[in-house]
């Protein structure tokens, strides 16, 4: 499966960005997806992630209340809903999708897939 992320940017704190993550090559029923972050310096970080046919959502402490993950099966396209946004949530967004189950949903090693990454920048 191939995936392609979009929706990055600079905004101000307190603004919003949608992420969108495409896939293609195959039905993405059997997958889970997830929103993964790198800032500079650090390591990359689980931000979302879901199962595409339902099921199970999670997100991180950090971003719970402000971001939310969702899918739209007529497009096969993910997307992260990014609310009151903090300069702290600057980094490069990746979607990626795996095997994952819900004991691993949080780990970038139980993802296969990855899109290529798109920069968010929050200003203060």
């Known amino acids: 499966v191939q995936l392609q992320a979009s929706g990055g940017g600079l905004v101000q704190a307190g603004g919003s960005l949608r992420l969108s993550c495409a896939a293609s090559?195959?039905?993405?029923?059997?997958?889970?997806m997830g929103w993964f972050r790198q800032a500079a310096g650090k390591e990359r970080e689980f931000v979302a992630g879901?199962?595409?046919?339902?099921?199970?959502?999670t997100c991180a402490d950090s971003v719970k209340g402000r971001f939310t993950i969702s899918r739209d099966t007529a497009q096969n396209t993910m997307y992260l809903q990014m609310n009151s946004l903090k300069p702290e949530d600057t980094a490069v967004y990746y979607c990626?999708?795996?095997?994952?189950?819900?004991?691993?949903?949080?780990?970038?090693?139980?993802?296969?897939?990855w899109g290529q990454g798109t920069q968010v920048t929050v200003s203060s």
């Open positions: 879901r199962r595409w046919s339902g099921g199970y959502t």
């Open positions: 990626a999708a795996g095997r994952a189950i819900l004991s691993t949903i949080t780990l970038p090693s139980a993802y296969k897939n």
């Open positions: 090559g195959r039905s993405m029923s059997s997958y889970t």
